[in-house]
């Protein structure tokens, strides 16, 4: 991809390897589990084929009234939205701190050398890169509001009325009185006590089509996997001492803590970097020609700015292929009341 910077002595090789980074550097690419389907500029479908039960009795000669089972073929979209990164500085204030680097003759950017730039834009880049990790995750997209940017998968697994959510209580039954029968549980129901508790409930109601799959994995808070670690090295006789880690599994399923996945907030769903993943994200450099902008903020100053123009959007592909527990004290996700 030909990426053209403007008033700089900027090396675009090496720009191309830093703006990949930054849209799409964060944890859940990092870690392998969301698939990023780059360059969309408008909209992008995400194919789902479902079938139906298809076995039957065998008949001499079947008729098309025989036919079992459908092709049920739906698609989801990736919309990615427009934002930005944009700041400005002033090149004079690094002449003492980057002696080596001093540009020579008048101090204008554009005489910065190559690794001063560098230094710049990297820093850049790490603050992109963590910005868009939190996005990915919990981001909301409304029309005004700097923090509100994009849907990210939370969201997405929130609005999809096919998503398993599991009851963060545990019933708690009570002996009827005088019959030894066991009577309704009990209203209200009391929290589950411990993250183990919670893994325990949330593993139950796994389909069991989904628990052969490779790519299962549970998704957790750092915080969450901490008090787990800690609830199993209780228990010496079994798990690792104080001095160890315990490991990131759970009944053989991959436990996956995130540093922006909030704490309270279990979900086990499909994840992987290619089409067979449940997470998806789509993202496209706007104007691949003019990506980065590096110039003078006025044509009488001396501040530069640097401007940065990205679209990204998350999706789920099946709702049914996620299990959630929101243990949360205000949850996005709550079990539905039976009818």
Known sequence: MAINIGNTNYNGEVLESLLALAATGNELVERGLIHIEPNISYKFSIPRLKTGTMLQKHKEQPQDGDSKGNFNYSEKELNPVDFMAFTTFNP???????????????????????????????????????????HFINGVYAESGDTNLFNGIIYRMAEDVDVIVVSPNKSEEIPASGTGETAVPAVPAVPYTNVLERLKALRKKIPTTLRASSGLRILMSIADFDAYDDELTARHAKNSDDTEVNAKRYKGIT??????????????????????????????????????????????????FFKMLMKADTQIAFGEEVVVMDSRQNPQFTVAPEA
């Not at 002449?95 to 834009?121: C, D, H, S, T, Y």
């Not at 279990?266 to 067979?276: N, S, W």
């Not at 998806?280 to 706007?286: E, F, P, Y």
């Open 255 to 304: 436990l996956e803590p995130l540093a922006n996945w909030p704490d309270g907030l279990l979900v086990a769903t499909i994840c992987g970097m290619g089409y067979d993943t449940n997470l998806w994200a789509g993202v496209n450099l706007q104007d691949d020609m003019d990506v980065i902008k590096i110039g003078l903020l006025e044509n009488a100053g001396e501040r530069y």
């Open 92 to 134: 004079r204030s690094f002449e003492r701190i980057w002696r080596i680097w001093q540009p020579k003759g008048p101090l204008v950017f554009a005489e910065l050398p190559e690794e001063g730039q560098n230094a710049l834009l990297a820093e850049l880049a790490k603050q992109v890169k963590f910005e868009l990790g939190y």
